[in-house]
């Protein structure tokens, strides 16, 4: 019965086959026995060994196993078209990369395709990235970063020929935030009256500014109740309200381009360019 009523990742439609399958995609397969082996733990009240030895040895595999980029063509050559990406790709790809990571470099991609690439830190997302990018010299990609100091760190490691790496921050100003040019900033508490056309206590428009900033990191269109902080919901049930219509006036003000009374944070812009797409 919990085996029956336990969730487990569907299998690819090239498991299902019974044609013969490459080490690589064997060794996929393994990887998939592990997940599950990780999921019946509690359920099943499984040892945790089951799936770190099944992890550990595969592990291991990968690392005796590691191809460098230069002898691909053997990867690729039953590809239709590869030959063609080794004959044009740049000449200083020698980064060993494991069986995992040559599956996504081989990987090609269609217009409209979304690829998800899981791993934990440190294991090679981004190195698996720069030498697909290197491999595709015609191809134009774009790097999207949520700070300066990652773009920075990317430009070094990514090819500039074919690569932009740009903050999403910059692709935003690029798109709406530059018609904020000289307001852009946070939003004072000592101003917030004078914006909402009454005088207000200055914790109440600390909290109208905060449930302003959870609405911009956000995912919504509109701010919302949620959008108040947990703790003033429950200390002040009967107020609540009065914060979200005072934050959706604060947006307002900081939006409307001849208001030069309350700047657009940075952020803000940002909800913008999100609200526009």
């Known amino acids: 019965d919990v085996i029956r009523q336990t ?37 099943c009240q499984l040892t945790p060994g089951l799936h770190y030895r099944l992890y550990y040895a595969l592990y291991q595999s990968e690392r005796a196993g590691r191809q460098v980029l230069g002898n691909l063509s053997e990867v690729l050559s039953s ?19 494991t069986q995992e990571q040559v599956a996504i470099v081989n990987h090609r991609m ?28 015609a191809t134009k990609f774009l790097v999207a970063c949520y700070n300066k100091s990652v773009q920075l760190h990317a430009q070094k490691q990514f090819p500039r020929g074919n690569v932009e790496c740009r903050t999403f921050h910059s692709l935003a100003y690029s798109a709406v935030g530059y018609r904020y040019r000289g307001q852009v900033g946070n939003i004072s508490a000592y101003l917030v009256s004078s914006a909402l056309g009454r005088s207000v ?12 900033n959870n609405y911009i990191a956000s995912d919504e269109n509109e701010v919302n109740p949620q959008h108040v902080p947990e703790a003033v919901r429950k200390k002040e049930p009967n107020k609540w309200r009065n914060y979200v219509d005072d934050a959706r006036r604060l ?19 940002l909800k913008l360019w999100q609200l526009s797409r």
């Open 110 to 137: 269609k217009l409209g395709d979304l690829i998800k690439i899981v791993a934990f830190a440190g294991t090679g997302k981004t190195t698996t990235l720069v030498e697909y990018t290197k491999l595709r010299p």
């Open 7 to 43: 969730t487990f990742p569907q299998l690819p439609p090239r498991y299902k086959s019974k044609e013969f399958v490459s080490p690589a995609c064997g060794l996929d397969f393994l990887y998939y026995i592990a997940l599950y082996f990780k999921a019946l733990r509690q359920p």
């Open 201 to 212: 206590h200055l914790i109440h428009s600390k909290r109208t500014i905060d449930t302003l």
């Open 251 to 269: 947006w307002d003000c900081a939006i409307d381009i001849s208001n030069r009374k309350v700047n657009l944070s940075h952020d803000g812009y």
């Open 79 to 97: 590809r239709t078209g590869q030959q063609t990406i080794l004959r044009y790709s740049m000449k200083n790809c020698a980064t060993r990369l």
